[in-house]
T-cell receptor
Framework: AQSVTQPDIHITVSEGASLELRCNYS??????LFWYVQSPGQGLQLLLK??????LVQGIKGFEAEFKRSQSSFNLRKPSVHWSDAAEYFC????????????FGQGTELSVKP | DVKVTQSSRYLVKRTGEKVFLECVQD?????MFWYRQDPGLGLRLIYF???????EKGDIPEGYSVSREKKERFSLILESASTNQTSMYLC????????????FGSGTRLTVV
């Protein structure tokens, strides 16, 4: 079955430390890939997206993500985390044959220690 | 920027009430979606619509219906609210969902008592 997996439900990092959030998908073809962020009590905001081209994608708020076809992964990274990055992060994929819908992972909650 | 506006941030309703959640977008998007979000379950698609007066069931449509009489407005209806429908409801819209992703509203946190 087609799926999107975020293996880490909750991650805690220290402010200033680097961050990597994992995302794996299971589809036959390369899908459109997205990362969203959700601050507490808010809707989701698009951080970045990828379909083709350079496999390292830059997004807003200093985030980047790297697509690795061999690993079916699209991990989100940030070199130095700020306290304001504490939020929930969702990976999503989209395929044409899904009728234009996005499929979301379960989300990873990020906590930032002072 | 595209704006997706959900009419209420917080709602408290009684069991058995008919509940309307409204969503309006201002960028002429054809595609609109309703999700519910629950801890540990992520986002689950309730209904979506690709055009006016058109609707498709998502993964969890039971207990819900939708209405799309105008392109900019997509309403979610709880015919008879139950406590297990207490949740965060998120509306989203897109011109081309697969290519562009969604724009989300701020969400409506519904409590059914």
């Amino acid at each position: 079955a087609q799926s999107v997996t975020q293996p880490d439900i909750h991650i805690t990092v220290s402010e200033g430390a680097s961050l990597e959030l994992r995302c794996n998908y299971s589809y036959g073809a390369t899908p459109y890939l997205f990362w969203y962020v959700q601050s507490p009590g808010q809707g989701l905001q698009l951080l970045l997206k990828y379909f083709s081209g350079d496999t390292l994608v830059q997004g807003i708020k200093g985030f980047e993500a790297e697509f690795k076809r061999s690993q079916s992964s699209f991990n989100l990274r940030k070199p130095s985390v700020h306290w304001s990055d504490a939020a929930e992060y969702f990976c999503a994929v989209g395929l044409y044959n899904q009728g234009g819908k996005l499929i979301f992972g379960q989300g990873t909650e990020l906590s930032v220690k002072p | 920027d595209v704006k997706v506006t959900q009419s209420s941030r917080y709602l408290v309703k009684r069991t058995g009430e008919k509940v309307f959640l409204e969503c309006v977008q201002d960028m002429d998007h054809e595609n609109m979606f309703w999700y519910r979000q629950d801890p540990g379950l992520g986002l689950r698609l309730i209904y979506f619509s690709y055009d006016v007066k058109m609707k498709e069931k998502g993964d969890i449509p039971e207990g819900y219906s939708v209405s799309r009489e105008k392109k900019e407005r997509f309403s979610l209806i709880l015919e008879s609210a139950s406590t297990n429908q207490t949740s965060m409801y998120l509306c989203a819209s897109s011109y081309h969902a697969t290519r562009d992703g969604y724009t989300f509203g701020s969400g409506t946190r519904l409590t059914v008592v």
